[in-house]
C-alpha cells in the first residue's frame, strides 16, 4: 500500500480482503523528482501535489502537470502517489459494488462469466471494445505518460525490469505479479518545440473521474508535424491509443481539415454500449481541442 | 490482519494520545469512536466529500483514508484544535463562519474549515479563484458554497490585518 487512497476503498467495500498490507512509505528514497539529459525520473511515491506542482514538469512536461492537476480533489492529491494513480482498479459500479450497500456481482473483472455492464447501467463505461470488460482505465496520469513514451521500473527482490507504460496494462488489469512493485517512472527528453496537451472532460470540474480524456503530443518541424501521439483515457479498459488518429496528422500541417479528419478517425473503432454514445461526440471534440492546443 | 491490535501514540491538537488500535481502524474511526473528537465528520466515507477532512502535518488530507496506524509521529489537526486551548476563543476562519453564515446543515464545515486554513497557512491572500480551486474537495450539500467562499476571504482579511498567531 502506498497512498491507500484506492485500497482502502476497496478494502471498506469487501472488493479486496488482504490477509495483509505491507506499507510501501516505509522504503527510503521512493518520493522524488529529476531531470538529467535523458529526461524525468520519477519516483512511484512522489504525490499527485508534486508533481503537479514541480517547476521542471510544469515548464518541460506540462501535460504531466495538467493531468496530475485534473486528479480528483486537493485532498486526494496530497495524499495519492503516482504509482497509486497508475496501479488503480476501475471505478465500474458492479465491479465496486459493495457487500456493505446490496448484492455484489461476481463479474468478469472478479473472475466470473459476465460483464453486468454490458446489458445494465453503462453511461460510464468502454466505448471501445477493446475485451470483455466494460470497465475504464480512471487514470489520468496513464495517457499523458503514454503520449510521451514513458517506462515504468518494475523491481521484485531478485531484480528488476523497465517496461513501457503503453504495455503495462492488460485488459483485466495490469502485468504486475504479485511479489512486483513499480519504483519509477521515467519520461524521455522532451524536443524543445513539441506541443503536449492533456483535456479532461467531466461531470463536475472540482473532484470528478474522466468520462473522457484526451492526451496529445506533437511534434512538428517548420509547421509539418513529424510524430504525434495521441491517448485516450475514461475509454477503455487501458489507455487507448488512437493510432488512426496519430497516422492522418503525420507529414500534415495543422489545418481545420486535418484535425477533424484526425478527431473523426480516433473515434472511428468507437462501439459504444446502450448509455454511452454521448461520449463518442465528446471524445471526438476533446482530440481536436488537444491536437490544436 | 483484523483485530490485531496495536498501541500508537497519536498527536491530535498538540495533545498526545496512547491508544490501542486495530490495523484496519482510520483515522476518523480513531478521532470519533477512540477520542471523541467527534468535530471530524465522515459522510460518503470513500474519498468523495471532504467532510473528514483533517490536517496532517499541516496538509489537508481525508481521514476516512487515512490508516490511524500511519500517523504516528505526526502532527494531527482536526476542528476541535482550531480554537485557542486556553481562553476559547475561536479562530479568524471559524469566526467569519459564524458572522457571515459559512454553514447552514454544518456537516462539510469542519472540513472546510480545516481544507480553508492549510490554504491560509500557504497563501494569506488567496483570490475568489484560488479559493474555489483550494475547496474544490470539500462538497456542501446545502449548496452554500458562495457565503463559504465570502467567509474565507473576510477570514483571510482578518488575519492579515490581526496579530493572530495560529
Not at chain 2, 79 to 95: N, R, S
Request: neutral net charge.
Amino acid at each position: 500500500m502506498a497512498g491507500g487512497v484506492d485500497l482502502i476503498s476497496l478494502m471498506k467495500d469487501g472488493v479486496v480482503e488482504p490477509k495483509a498490507l505491507v506499507n510501501l512509505k516505509t522504503i527510503q528514497d521512493l518520493t522524488y523528482i529529476r531531470e538529467d539529459a535523458e529526461g524525468l525520473k520519477i519516483g512511484a511515491l512522489t504525490s499527485i501535489d508534486e508533481i503537479e506542482n514541480a517547476r521542471v514538469i510544469k515548464d518541460k512536461y506540462t501535460m504531466i502537470a495538467e493531468a496530475a492537476h485534473s486528479v480528483a480533489s486537493p485532498q486526494v492529491r496530497n495524499m495519492a502517489t503516482i504509482g497509486g494513480n497508475l496501479c488503480q482498479e476501475v471505478r465500474c459500479w458492479y465491479y465496486r459494488r459493495s457487500p456493505v450497500t446490496g448484492t455484489s456481482f461476481y463479474c468478469l473483472r472478479k473472475g466470473g462469466k459476465h460483464c453486468y455492464a454490458i446489458a445494465g447501467r453503462n453511461e460510464y463505461h468502454a466505448i471501445f471494445r477493446t475485451g470483455k470488460c466494460f470497465a475504464v482505465c480512471p487514470s489520468d496520469l496513464a495517457p499523458a505518460l503514454i503520449a510521451l513514451e514513458a517506462k515504468v521500473k518494475v523491481a521484485r527482490l531478485d531484480g528488476e525490469r523497465v517496461v513501457p507504460l503503453e504495455r503495462f496494462y492488460t485488459p483485466l488489469g495490469n502485468i504486475l505479479e504479485p511479489d512486483e512493485i513499480i519504483t519509477e517512472i521515467l519520461v524521455p527528453a522532451q524536443p524543445p518545440d513539441s506541443k503536449q496537451k492533456y483535456l479532461k472532460f467531466r461531470l463536475r470540474k472540482s473532484i470528478d473521474f474522466a468520462i473522457s480524456s484526451v492526451a496529445a503530443s506533437i511534434i512538428a518541424e517548420s509547421g509539418r508535424i513529424t510524430k504525434a501521439r495521441i491517448v485516450l483515457g475514461g475509454v477503455a479498459p487501458t489507455p487507448y491509443r488512437a493510432i488512426r488518429a496519430e497516422e492522418v496528422l503525420k507529414g500534415q500541417m495543422i489545418t481545420a481539415s486535418v484535425v477533424e479528419a484526425s478527431a473523426k478517425a480516433a473515434v472511428k473503432e468507437a462501439k459504444p454500449l446502450s448509455l454511452n454514445a454521448y461520449k463518442v461526440p465528446i471524445t471526438e471534440a476533446l482530440v481536436k481541442r488537444a491536437i490544436v492546443g | 490482519m483484523a483485530n490485531e491490535i496495536y498501541t500508537i501514540t497519536l498527536a491530535v491538537n498538540s495533545d498526545d494520545y496512547q491508544l490501542e488500535v486495530e490495523a484496519q481502524w482510520t483515522l476518523a474511526d480513531v478521532l470519533r469512536e477512540k477520542l471523541g473528537l467527534t468535530g471530524t465528520k465522515t459522510m460518503c466515507n470513500e474519498g468523495g466529500c471532504g467532510a473528514c477532512t483533517v490536517l496532517i502535518d499541516q496538509k489537508p488530507v481525508l481521514s476516512c483514508l487515512t490508516l490511524a496506524l500511519e500517523c504516528e509521529g505526526k502532527n494531527i489537526l482536526t476542528i476541535e484544535g482550531m480554537a485557542d486551548p486556553a481562553t476559547g476563543e475561536l479562530h479568524p476562519i471559524q469566526t467569519a463562519f459564524v458572522e457571515h453564515s459559512g454553514m447552514q446543515c454544518g456537516v462539510c464545515t469542519p472540513g472546510m474549515i480545516l481544507t480553508a486554513k492549510a490554504l491560509l497557512n500557504d497563501n494569506p491572500n488567496p483570490t475568489e479563484a484560488e479559493v474555489r480551486e483550494a475547496l474544490a474537495g470539500n462538497i456542501c450539500r446545502c449548496g452554500n458554497y458562495k457565503r463559504i467562499v465570502e467567509c474565507v476571504l473576510a477570514a483571510a482579511e482578518m488575519m492579515r490585518g490581526g496579530n493572530w498567531n495560529a
